[in-house]
């Protein structure tokens, strides 16, 4: 039944909009900000649990359009709610092979029949009518280039935060899951395993720097009608302008402008660890 589907919505040109930066940059309430307000489609956490069979799930527990009445609370990248948006990372480990690390070499993704995952993204966009949004930051992050050839009408919205705030954050998640600073999260850039006896503070800038090279790379070889950047603090400070810009890039038309014209939001930029580890997070982002 899903393979029906995904031949009837095959071919779909509504564009498929991807969701990149580092961890903790901002993504999560971006990726719920344009769930609820922009006129897009997205899989949602009921959705997820169907990974197989999106098109199925979609018929099933799929909701576009917006106006959901979200709530922007969010566990680490975890939202919750079934109408909620979901990373959707079961899919994307159900197609690829991403065990060791998620920079892939070319012989690593060679290994990967990408047909299936192009065919299930196109015919969900197909399915909803709207642009499809996605976001998965480890699976997608370093494989811009790749997916942009893959899927022909592929976008990228680069949400970018004071890389000290993100370090912060993500050795902050890392003290609450695992009780250790010292114990690797979220994104693996590929010389990950080299880095594993380093101090905290240096293996966390190493990832989000090598997350933000990786992109930036990516980005500069990308048509500029493809790729659009944007900041955090602009995201918190102006979320209206900033969420109108998104949904020109987007395609996507503005569910209820009352709604977003009253929005108001708050950046979390404060420091909150200890004077030596602030110092010891701006040496390691020295250039």
């Given at each position: 039944m899903d393979a029906l589907l995904r031949r009837k919505y095959a071919g779909a040109k509504e564009p498929i909009v991807f969701i990149v930066g580092a961890p903790r940059s901002g993504t999560t309430v971006l990726y719920q900000l344009m769930a609820e307000h922009l006129d897009v489609g997205f899989v949602n956490n009921k959705m997820a649990r169907y990974f197989a069979a999106p098109l199925i799930a979609a018929m099933l527990h799929g909701r576009a359009g917006g106006g959901h009445e979200l709530d922007l609370a969010s566990e680490y990248g975890r939202t919750s709610g079934e109408r909620s948006p979901h990373e959707f990372s079961w899919f994307w480990h159900y197609h690829g092979d991403f065990l060791l690390h998620d920079d892939l070499s070319a012989d690593e993704r060679d290994r990967i029949?990408?047909?299936?995952?192009?065919?299930?993204l196109e015919a969900l966009a197909g399915y909803f009518k709207r642009?499809?949004?996605?976001?998965?930051?480890?699976?997608?992050?370093?494989?811009?280039?790749?997916?942009?050839?893959?899927?022909?009408?592929?976008?990228f919205i680069w949400i970018r935060r004071d890389e000290r705030f993100t370090v912060q954050s993500i050795l902050r998640v890392r003290e609450d899951q695992y009780g250790d600073r010292g114990v690797w999260w979220s994104v693996r850039p590929r010389d990950a395993a080299e880095w594993r006896d380093k101090p905290a503070v240096e293996q966390v800038a190493h990832q989000v720097t090598d997350i933000c090279v990786a992109i930036e790379s990516a980005f500069a070889s990308l048509p500029t009608d493809r790729q659009l950047e944007l900041d955090y603090e602009s995201l918190m400070s102006k979320p209206g302008e900033t969420l109108r810009r998104v949904a020109r890039f987007a395609?996507?038309?503005?569910?209820?402008?009352?709604?977003?014209?009253?929005?108001?939001?708050?950046?979390r930029n404060e420091?909150?660890?200890?004077?030596?580890?602030?110092?010891?997070?701006?040496?390691?982002?020295?250039?």
């Open positions: 029949d990408w047909q299936p995952i192009k065919h299930a642009p499809l949004l996605i976001k998965n930051l480890n699976s997608v992050a370093y494989q811009i280039p790749w997916l942009q050839e893959l899927l022909p009408t592929a976008k395609g996507a038309g503005i569910v209820d402008d009352g709604k977003l014209d009253a929005l108001t939001l708050r950046a420091k909150t660890v200890d004077d030596q580890t602030w110092d010891e997070i701006r040496v390691a982002l020295a250039p």
